[in-house]
């Protein structure tokens, strides 16, 4: 089985805070992807990457930067966090190697930005 | 913008009747179809995935597939109270590695 693991599932943070989300995956699989997801918006992709040190801006990506250092691991910056990136946060991976674009996602953080 | 387009609901149904959710999209040349289900306060699951016109069946879950309509559909038989969740609609496009996802539609199960 796929298994995506995020730091945390619950996370308060206050505005202008640098805020770091880790993702980490162990099925060695290429592509990994960052969403935010609010009610009524559905899932926003912010940014994704295909291997180490590739990265991509979704469609929303201003306010976040992302890295990853480690085939393993994706990570989600907020520089200086702001009231409106209080969300829940979706960590998502896939395999390129099979035939399907099946994503697989993490447990999810509930960031609150006070 | 490709988008993909679902009714929010709620949908309510009685427990063991047929639920009927719905998506489109706008992408002509999207390629892949994929159904999540997600319950209140957790992390979308896969359901079905599919591919080719028509329909394709796994347990109480049928995938339904038009592309000259450009929607996909998936019905629930058998609905349980289980079933409640947010159903989620997504897409890959015709170029990219990304999925476009729908908002969801809230499916309630009436006992």
């Known amino acids: 089985d796929v298994k995506v693991t995020q730091s945390s599932r619950y996370l308060v943070k206050r505005t202008g805070e640098k805020v770091f989300l880790e993702c980490v995956q162990d099925?060695?699989?290429?592509?990994m992807f960052w969403y935010r997801q609010d009610p009524g918006l559905g899932l926003r992709l912010i940014y994704f990457?295909?291997?180490?040190?590739?990265?991509e801006k979704g469609d929303i990506p201003e306010g976040y930067s992302v890295s990853r250092e480690k085939k393993e691991r994706f990570s989600l910056i907020l520089e200086s966090a702001s009231t409106n990136q209080t969300s829940m946060y979706l960590c998502?991976?896939?395999?390129?190697?099979?035939?399907?674009?099946?994503?697989?996602f993490g447990p999810g953080t509930r960031l609150t930005v006070l | 913008q490709k988008e993909v387009e679902q009714n929010s609901g709620p949908l309510s149904v009685p427990e063991g009747a047929i639920a009927s959710l719905n998506c489109t999209y706008s992408?002509?040349?999207?390629?892949?179809f994929f159904w999540y289900r997600q319950y209140s306060g957790k992390s979308p699951e896969l359901i079905m995935f599919i591919y080719s016109n028509g329909d394709k069946e796994d347990g109480r879950f049928t995938a339904q597939l038009n592309k000259a309509s450009q929607y996909v559909s998936l019905l629930i038989r058998d609905s349980q109270p289980s079933d409640s969740a947010t159903y989620l609609c997504?897409?890959?496009?015709?170029?990219?590695?990304?999925?476009?996802f729908g908002a969801g539609t809230i499916l309630r199960v009436k006992s």
């Open positions: 998502a991976t896939i395999n390129r190697r099979t035939s399907t674009d099946t994503q697989y």
């Open positions: 992408d002509r040349g999207s390629q892949s």
């Open positions: 997504a897409v890959k496009p015709s170029e990219g590695n990304k999925l476009v």
């Open positions: 990457s295909y291997d180490v040190k590739m990265k």
């Open positions: 099925m060695d699989h290429e592509n």
